[in-house]
């Protein structure tokens, strides 16, 4: 008989919070879905009649004016996927290109990342500790080798592929990411016009929430450097004016 009390907590926490965030996502994608394609449809439909009345303008100009290329924000495309990644950028408080239109979406995002947050804290806080438990050699890790080439450098060659970003506007990406400041001005995944593969939208997700808990480590780690010297520092202070 299967026994939950054998079950790592970190295991447990990990599939309580995966549930979370794909049940969020398909509420997300039946409140929102509807609305979104309608809301494409018809912005395609006014740009098409745009296009025959002003015959005599410059196509080009009004296909660059009113194209859906570029990395911009794209409201209305919501499918599972991208769903899925709106309800993770929910609570993990990362900023995306997406936003829910009915008032019904709107409540229910509230009352998502109301428990979600702090579900998101505690799931990051248990797992970066357990991967400092994994880490034999913690210095190497926070201070950058294996963090490093696992949460920037393989990111950032996937996101130059996948978008065509410049190598300097993918380390860009990364690192704003994964320290939500989030600006929003470069966001992945979001192109209409390009074909990603099915499973980009599942590595990105998984390289944000682990990226955040390895962040978060680096982050800690650094302040705990400052903490040190700001110690040493009044030490030294302390015993200059003992001195005296």
């Not at 979370?20 to 997300?28: N, R």
Request: hydrophobic share 45%; charged share 15%; net charge neutral.
């Amino acid at each position: 008989m299967f026994n939950l009390a054998r079950v790592p907590s970190i295991l447990m926490l990990g599939l309580i919070y995966v549930a979370y965030v794909l049940v969020g996502g398909v509420i997300f994608w039946k409140l929102e879905g509807d609305l979104g394609r309608k809301d494409l449809s018809l912005l395609l439909l006014n740009k098409q009649r745009l296009l025959m009345t002003y015959s005599c303008l410059n196509q080009e100009g009004l296909e660059q004016g009113l194209s859906l290329k570029g990395n911009q924000t794209t409201d209305g495309f919501w499918k599972f996927t991208s769903s899925a990644v709106f309800a993770a950028t929910v609570v993990t408080t990362i900023y995306g290109n997406m936003s829910p239109s009915t008032t019904t979406g709107q409540i229910f995002c509230v009352f998502f990342a109301l428990f979600g947050i702090p579900l998101n804290v505690v799931v990051l806080n248990r797992v970066g500790k357990y991967m400092l438990t994994l880490e034999r050699n913690v210095s190497d890790f926070l201070e950058g080798k294996s963090g490093r080439k696992l949460f920037f450098i393989m990111p950032m060659l996937v996101f130059q592929q996948q978008e065509g970003w410049t190598y300097s506007q993918a380390i860009y990406y990364c690192f704003i990411t994964l320290s939500t400041i989030g600006f929003g001005d470069f966001v992945a995944d979001s192109n209409p016009d390009k074909n990603y593969p099915d499973w980009y939208s599942v590595l990105m997700a998984s390289w944000i929430f682990f990226g955040l808990a390895w962040l978060a480590l680096l982050i800690n780690h650094t302040i705990d450097i400052l903490e040190r010297l700001n110690a040493l520092l009044k030490k030294g202070c302390c015993g200059e004016k003992t001195g005296n």
